[in-house]
């Protein structure tokens, strides 16, 4: 059984930073690229960041391009999200997914349940 598990979320200002964790069992980790999602109150879900199978491919949402960095390390089962000059747009659920595609655009068959992330400013 695949599991997703989040953390790392919480209330920062508007300029701070937080990284974010998902934590992956139940398959085998490398074998799947990693996608990190958002959805604030209201609104839809949105892509923000994902990564290859082996890390060495990454993409961004333009909305978070230059902010944020996503990364993984397959020894740790884990990809990590850093979220640098926060705004308080970046307010939302943030969700990370593993997907089943080898090549981008992923699609993604499992999902965490989601981490809070609040910027105030």
């Known amino acids: 059984q695949v599991q997703l598990v989040e953390s790392g979320g919480g209330l920062v200002q508007a300029g701070g930073s937080l990284r974010l964790s998902c934590a992956a069992s139940?398959?085998?980790?490398?074998?799947?690229?990693t996608g990190w999602f958002r959805q604030a109150p209201g609104k839809e879900r949105e892509f923000v960041a994902a990564?290859?199978?082996?890390?060495?491919?990454?993409y961004y949402a333009d909305s978070v391009k230059g902010r944020f960095t996503i990364s993984r390390d397959n020894a740790k089962n884990t990809v990590y999200l850093q979220m640098n000059s926060l705004k308080p747009e970046d307010t939302a659920v943030y969700y990370c997914?593993?997907?089943?595609?080898?090549?981008?655009?992923?699609?993604?068959?499992?999902w965490g349940q989601g981490t809070q992330v609040t910027v105030s400013s």
């Open positions: 997914a593993q997907g089943t595609s080898a090549y981008y655009p992923y699609k993604y068959d499992y």
């Open positions: 139940g398959r085998t980790f490398s074998d799947y690229p």
């Open positions: 990564i290859s199978r082996s890390g060495l491919n990454t």
